[in-house]
């Protein structure tokens, strides 16, 4: 691990103030679980880590707005214990907090944070070998395409670069309509998650939008009674990241589902909107047979690599199961 000077501000502006407008000199601080791993690897080697542990309010979880404006704001530095364990959160955006409660073990939610989770770097071995040049590190070969590819995307489509976006909070806060509040050097912005997702191509992007010199303070979820939950699949539940992993959100009048969401993570080098799998649940009653018919049209456009095929059918059980929990039928699953 190299040197580096930490810097702990005590405000948002603080730490804007002490960002620089390239990414890699300089790195952000919460809880750590991803850049110390990317430090040891000597992936990341920042000249300057800066805490973001002393801005005030940077980890709270508060109710905001009346009526139709009413919403949670979560602080970018909120746990993901915190999150997985708030009962405002928990009655009212079960995808979200299922999720957040499924990540590696208690030591790993009790230090890790909803902006770390949102903002970490892909989880591409080759990427994080120190000894590997691949595209996202200034060399020009993305060696997953014909390499070990059994965890990348099968949503590849123009993509130079094959990764599994990673973050296991961003399909529900997608699915929920959240939105990221940005702080930078011209001031505040405010970013649909919808659109908080870029593919990177080469050692000067990120897997977000976020300029070098800007950083997440604080998300928001709109109170709107929409049925949601979340599904994973994984290995072994303790320690895997999920091979895939999707979130559901859905209003319901009538007994029929509208205004659907359907998100994927862990397929694609972005979380990926499957909007046929929506189009197949709205207008319908969420029962066993239209969860089915949801996830196998979730596979629409799945180009698998060569090691990688058996995702697509762990689409379909992920979409099924996230909309049969959405919908209280996860006991009529079938074996």
Same mark, same amino acid.
Request: proline share 5%; charged share 15%; aromatic share 6%.
């Given at each position: 691990m190299k040197n580096? #000077? ?10 804007? /103030? ?11 601080? =919460? ?10 690897? !000597? ?35 909120? #746990?993901?214990?915190a999150i997985a364990?708030?009962? /405002?959160?928990?009655? *009212? ?15 790993i939610r009790n ?17 994080? +070998? ?25 949503? @590849? ?22 939105? =990221? +509040? ?30 070098? *010199?800007?950083?997440? @303070?604080?998300?928001?979820?709109? @109170? ?85 095929? !058996? ?15 959405? =919908? /209280? ?7």
């Open positions: 580096f #000077t930490y810097y702990r501000p005590g405000t948002g502006q603080q730490a804007v /103030g002490l960002l620089e407008q390239r990414f890699g000199n300089t790195e952000l601080l =919460a809880g750590g679980t991803d850049l110390l791993a990317l430090q040891k690897n !000597y992936v990341a080697q920042p000249a300057r880590v800066i805490s973001l542990t002393a801005i005030k309010g940077f980890t709270a979880i508060e109710e905001v707005g009346m009526g139709p404006q009413h919403a949670f704001r979560i602080g970018a530095g909120a #746990t993901l214990s364990t708030h009962p /405002g959160l928990r009655q *009212n955006f079960p995808a979200l907090t299922s999720a957040a409660a499924d990540v590696a073990g208690p030591q230090m890790g944070t909803l902006g770390g989770s949102l903002c970490q770097r892909n989880r591409c071995w080759y990427f994080r +070998d120190e000894h590997v040049n691949c595209r996202l590190k200034s060399g020009n070969t993305c060696f997953a395409l014909d390499g070990e590819n059994q965890y990348h995307a099968v949503f @590849t489509q123009q993509h130079q670069c094959v990764i599994a976006s990673p973050s296991t909070l961003a399909p529900a806060l997608i699915a929920l309509g959240a939105t =990221a +509040d940005i702080a930078g050097p011209n001031g505040r912005r405010t970013v649909e998650m919808a659109n908080f997702y870029h593919a990177p191509a080469n050692n000067n992007d990120r897997e977000h939008v976020l300029a070098a *010199n800007e950083i997440v @303070t604080s998300v928001s979820i709109p @109170t709107r009674g929409m049925a949601n939950a979340h599904y994973e699949v994984r290995q072994r539940l303790a320690t895997d990241w999920p091979l895939v992993q999707c979130a559901v959100a859905f209003a319901v009048n009538n007994g029929t589902a509208g205004n659907a969401r359907v998100v994927l993570s862990q397929v694609a080098p972005v979380p990926h909107v499957a909007e046929a799998a929506a189009r197949a649940l709205n207008g319908q009653a969420v029962t066993a047979a239209t969860a089915t018919a949801a996830g196998r049209a979730a596979t629409e456009g799945a180009r698998p690599l060569n090691r990688n095929a !058996y995702k697509v059918r762990l689409i379909e059980v992920a979409v099924k199961r996230a909309a049969m929990i959405a =919908a /209280g039928l996860e006991r009529y699953w079938e074996v």
